[in-house]
């Protein structure tokens, strides 16, 4: 009988006996009419592509122009199509926490929560007109205006026309219909989205004297959990909710795309404010991905099937957090910088290793079960797409996956059961395990940590049921 082994990852109060795993993994919905319209799909790899040199946190990424820019600690770095970097001149007055940036073009600017700062060429220099506001924690761009939030405020601060350098402090607008802490600002489809602590406010250019006007009928009683998480994805936003709800925009409506699993394990966590949050599109599929730094975990969303997943990184994927600290779509490539040493990484299909150390994946099914029958297991097939072996003598020539098992919900797991899943061009090898036992309620566990393409595709069970 088939069983059913693709899904998300589900986890409970205490991992009972319908908890699931889905770790570097994702659900694959298959558009095509092929032999399982759900599998399994090895997340993207992590490959270097730039290398700073030096040790610290990439703390935003944009491009501007033929070019793509980095702030690394203190210092902001114009990065060519090919990857090489040069260190602008200028820097700014903090070395940590995530940035926000953004262009008119021939402007970038960056805000640190503490100051502002205008790049044009090569150089940085901190934005000094009085009537710039202190403490800006987002910034925006929109028809020829920078606009940018103030922490402890309910108001967006606006530029002089195409010149971030130059303000006037009369020109700001105030969160009108429930005015409550402005966390972040974000352009999108020229709707000027501000995003409160409590509430949310579209918009939009209006042509008076203080150019933007609240939108009427589009306020919102939702808030924003974390004032880096919000993301544009396939033609909408996604970001973490004051109630710390993944949501994404539908028309001007927030509407919840997490689980009770998933917000469920938010909760726990003992930190959800730093929470960042990344829109991805990679060969035709669209992730939300959505990191808390503090919880070390990482939140992998696919439009495409509604289902979550985990990313970690090095190597243990219990305990390590996923590389990625921020995100831009350049040149052709996805471009993840690190949180930690200063690299930037293409996030790509075709790799197999996070900056050349091993991805451990782990699928954790959901139970098989009868009716609380005694069901003995004689064979268990996992379908692979086989043959994807690598080179004779490097780690992967003949890939293995690791199976084991668990009766009692997932608490303790049996012995370590390795099966090949075929050398290069050994496409009719089966991944098949025997004389399994019996008992009333079982989990099965697969791990893979080989460098190669892994797709799970199917599972059947060759079973005999008992009585209960």
């Keep these: 009988m088939?069983?059913?082994?693709?899904?998300?990852?589900?986890?409970?109060?205490?991992?009972?006996?319908?908890?699931?795993?889905?770790?570097?993994?994702?659900?694959?919905?298959?558009?095509?009419?092929?032999?399982?319209?759900?599998?399994?799909?090895?997340?993207?790899?992590?490959?270097?592509?730039?290398?700073?040199?030096?040790?610290?946190?990439v703390r935003g990424l944009k491009k501007m122009g033929n070019y793509l820019y980095a702030v690394v600690g203190n210092t902001v770095y114009k990065i060519s199509p090919s990857g090489i970097p040069t260190t602008c001149t200028g820097s700014l007055g903090t070395s940590s926490g995530r940035v926000s940036m953004d262009t008119n073009g021939t402007?970038?600017?960056?805000?640190?929560?503490?100051?502002?700062?205008?790049?044009?060429?090569?150089?940085?220099?901190?934005?000094?007109?009085?009537?710039?506001?202190?403490?800006?924690?987002?910034v925006t761009y929109q028809d020829g205006y920078f606009i940018v939030s103030v922490f402890g405020s309910?108001?967006?601060?606006?530029?002089?026309?195409?010149?971030?350098?130059?303000?006037?402090?009369?020109?700001?607008?105030?969160?009108?219909?429930?005015?409550?802490?402005?966390?972040?600002?974000?352009?999108?489809?020229?709707?000027?989205?501000?995003?409160?602590?409590?509430?949310?406010?579209?918009?939009?250019n209006s042509g008076n004297t203080v150019p933007f006007d609240r939108k009427p009928g589009y306020f919102q009683e939702v808030g924003l959990g974390a004032k880096d998480s919000p993301a544009q994805l396939e033609n909408t936003v996604y970001f973490l909710s004051n109630h710390y709800q993944i949501v994404r925009f539908?028309?001007?409506?927030?509407?919840?795309?997490?689980?009770?699993?998933?917000e469920y394990q938010i909760s726990q966590y003992s930190k959800k404010d730093d929470a960042i949050?990344?829109?991805?599109?990679?060969?035709?599929?669209?992730?939300?991905?959505?990191?808390?730094?503090?919880?070390?975990?990482?939140?992998?969303?696919?439009?495409?099937?509604?289902?979550?997943?985990?990313?970690?990184?090095?190597?243990?994927?219990?305990?390590?957090?996923?590389?990625?600290?921020?995100?831009e779509y350049f040149n052709g490539m996805n471009i993840i910088g690190d949180y930690q040493n200063g690299k930037l990484y293409e996030w790509d299909f075709e790799t197999y290793t996070d900056d050349s150390e091993t991805i451990r994946r782990v699928r954790t099914a959901p139970a098989v079960r009868k009716e609380g029958k005694r069901i003995r297991w004689d064979t268990l097939e996992i379908f692979f797409e086989s043959g994807v072996g690598l080179d004779e003598g490097a780690q992967g020539d003949d890939p293995q996956a690791m199976l084991q098992v668990s009766n009692d919900g997932g608490q303790t797991w049996g012995n370590e059961m390795w099966r090949s899943v075929g050398e290069i061009g050994k496409y009719r090898t089966r991944a098949m395990w025997k004389r399994l036992g019996a008992?009333?309620?079982?989990?099965?566990?697969?791990?893979?940590?080989?460098?190669?393409?892994?797709?799970?595709?199917d599972a059947n069970l060759e079973a005999e049921i008992g009585v209960a």
């Design 2 to 57: 088939k069983i059913p082994f693709a899904g998300g990852h589900y986890e409970t109060f205490s991992k009972p006996l319908n908890a699931q795993e889905c770790i570097n993994f994702y659900s694959h919905m298959d558009r095509e009419g092929g032999s399982s319209e759900l599998s399994l799909r090895g997340t993207p790899g992590l490959k270097e592509w730039c290398d700073i040199g030096a040790y610290a946190a």
């Design 107 to 138: 402007q970038l600017m960056i805000v640190d929560g503490v100051k502002g700062y205008i790049l044009a060429g090569v150089t940085v220099t901190q934005i000094t007109d009085d009537a710039f506001p202190p403490n800006p924690t987002t």
């Design 277 to 327: 949050g990344m829109g991805v599109m990679i060969e035709g599929q669209a992730f939300y991905i959505l990191t808390f730094p503090t919880a070390g975990e990482t939140w992998c969303f696919n439009a495409a099937t509604g289902l979550f997943s985990r990313l970690a990184s090095y190597p243990e994927p219990y305990d390590n957090i996923w590389r990625g600290n921020c995100h």
């Design 439 to 457: 008992a009333r309620h079982r989990n099965v566990r697969l791990t893979v940590t080989d460098p190669v393409k892994w797709v799970v595709i």
């Design 154 to 204: 309910g108001r967006g601060y606006i530029s002089d026309l195409n010149d971030g350098t130059s303000w006037d402090g009369t020109m700001y607008f105030n969160a009108e219909a429930d005015p409550d802490n402005t966390l972040a600002l974000l352009s999108d489809h020229r709707d000027l989205i501000m995003f409160g602590s409590d509430t949310l406010e579209f918009w939009y």
């Design 250 to 262: 539908e028309g001007p409506q927030p509407k919840p795309v997490s689980t009770w699993s998933v």
